[in-house]
């Protein structure tokens, strides 16, 4: 019999190159999303890649009633992925409450439902972010976290704060926490990847946007920076990468491998690149020139920041394959697939 994981956002960006692995480890996908930044065809791309469509159920997780029945009628499930959230930093800021609502709301919700209908293992989506500007880099689990430069940051600091105090008082409830850094690209296929609505945010998809013609320029936030080329510092890390420590973190939950009954792990690759180093990587990968103008920094963001990702590359047996230009080289052509509206 197969495992059965619940994937929440699953038809999201992570949540479906997730998906995708799953299926590929032989396990069992249910979805839910309530395609608030995901269209519902998602499942037969997914389909398309693995030749299994794994089953969507779209409704909203803040609401109780809808997941409350979704568990009563599926209590095989042997472990919950949690992507469920809005994502975007600037406009928490502008909409705290709606951020505080949807991404705490449908935390506490699930983990109730979890408690109710005894499921064991949650892994949980968290970031960066949540170490704000650290003092000493690369970031290990034991830096001290800084106050949450957004709402959006405050409820993944939040959210991991409601995860321990649940998995502390409920025996039943183990929990994973994976603090991504900066997910990039798509699935080789060309298949799924990510969809900004709007005017993208962050800078990937803003130099794919302008490299196919969408975008006038590329607004280079800074470049007088103490770095050495003077540009903000990431670490990118492939979302397939990304996507395949999830199944790690869901088989170390069900095999009880797990240390405590709250862990959490950094996923990056452990190199800081900065911004002109990305953009020089995707002309790199691609053959194609991306037009940029240095302009004002930023407000609230971080110089620099990068993982120490050796406890996950040591607990977990993970570390990332891809290099930074083949992540350029699949954002590329997820970017010229879903232009060409044949994707
Ligand atoms: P995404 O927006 O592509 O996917 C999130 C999915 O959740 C969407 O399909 C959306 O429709 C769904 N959703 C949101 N609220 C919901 C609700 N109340 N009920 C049901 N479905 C709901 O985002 P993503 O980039 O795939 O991010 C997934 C998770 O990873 C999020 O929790 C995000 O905060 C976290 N994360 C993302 C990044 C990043 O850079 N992409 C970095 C660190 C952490
Ligand atoms: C990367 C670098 C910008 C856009 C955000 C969230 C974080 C996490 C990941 C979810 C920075 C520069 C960007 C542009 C630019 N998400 N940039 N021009 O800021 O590291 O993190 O996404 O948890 O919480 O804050 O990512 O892609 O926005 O920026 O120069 O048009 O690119 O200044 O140095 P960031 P990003």
Known sequence: MKKKILVTGGTGYIGSHTAVELIGDGFEVVIIDNLHNSEA????????????????????????????????????????????AYKAVGESVRKPLEYYQNNLGSLINLLGAMKE???????????????????????????PLQPAESPYGNTKQIGEQIIRDTTRAVSTIKAIALRYFNPIGAHPSALI?????????????????????LRDELK?????FNT??????????????????????????????????????????????????AIKSFERATGVKVNYKVTDRRPGDIEKIWADPSLANRELG??????????MLTAWNWEKKIRSNKG
């Open 220 to 224: 280079v936030f800074g470049d007088d």
């Open 41 to 84: 065809d998602v499942v037969d791309r997914i389909h398309q890649i693995t030749g299994v469509k794994p089953h969507l159920e779209i409704f909203d997780i803040c609401n109780k009633e809808s997941l409350d029945s979704f568990f009563t009628a599926n209590k095989d499930i042997s472990a919950v992925i949690h992507f469920a």
């Open 117 to 143: 209908a005894g499921i064991p293992g949650l892994v949980f989506s968290s970031s960066c972010t949540v170490y704000g500007q650290p003092e000493e880099l690369p970031v290990n689990e034991q830096s």
């Open 193 to 213: 990847g990510e969809l900004p609505r709007g005017v993208p945010e962050n800078l990937v998809p803003y130099i794919t946007q302008t490299a196919y013609g």
């Open 228 to 277: 050495p080329d003077g540009y903000c510092i990431r670490d990118y890390l492939h979302v397939v990468d990304l996507a395949k420590a999830h199944v790690v973190a869901v088989k170390r939950l069900i095999e009880g491998k797990n240390k405590s009954d709250f862990e959490m792990f950094n996923l990056g690759t452990g190199i800081g690149v900065s911004v002109l180093e």
């Open 318 to 327: 993970w570390k990332t394959l891809s290099s930074l230009d083949e992540a």
